[in-house]
């Protein structure tokens, strides 16, 4: 078993050291740390994916706040969801959550996850109900025509 801390630099998140010192104090023990500096959500998901890769059964994830894991509500729920589907702890400093003692977390993370999912459909689907209703049409394709060509073209009645 090892204890990782996860530290994000990234706009909006506190600064590194800042997260180091909310880590040390809920960890409890010595840390490896796993530093990773994003600019984009493609940065963040790269940072996840190599943590993840990292981590195995039984370790410890550190991190000084849930918001270093995923700034979007669905996106954190799918990435707690997964470290408790690989037998990793976690811990997190600013909400208090500790998953050493407490495993029933990611049950709730799993059925809060389930939930927003089905969500997200019941949408989709009202969404689909009500354009079926209208006898919505998708809009016509654009046409696209070399300039050379513009002149030639009859005019078409734009909707």
Aim: charged share 25%; proline share 3%.
């Amino acid at each position: 078993m090892t204890t990782y801390g996860f530290v994000l630099t990234k706009a909006g998140l506190p600064e590194a050291q800042e997260q180091k010192q909310g880590i040390d104090v809920a960890a409890g023990e010595a840390v490896e740390y796993l530093e990773f500096e994003a600019l984009t959500s493609a940065d963040v998901a790269d940072a996840l994916a190599k943590v993840r890769e990292t981590l195995g059964a039984s370790d410890v994830l550190v991190v000084s706040s849930l918001g270093v894991l995923g700034l979007a509500d669905r996106e954190l729920l799918t990435v707690v969801h997964e470290l408790g589907e690989a037998g990793v702890a976690l811990v997190a400093a600013a909400e208090k959550i500790d998953t050493r003692d407490h495993s029933g977390f990611f049950d709730a993370v799993a059925q809060l996850e389930a939930g927003a999912e089905a969500a997200r459909r019941a949408k989709a689907g009202a969404i689909v109900a009500r354009a079926l209703a209208r006898e919505a049409v998708t809009p016509q394709k654009a046409e696209f025509i070399p300039v050379e060509y513009a002149d030639l073209m009859p005019e078409k009645d734009v909707y």
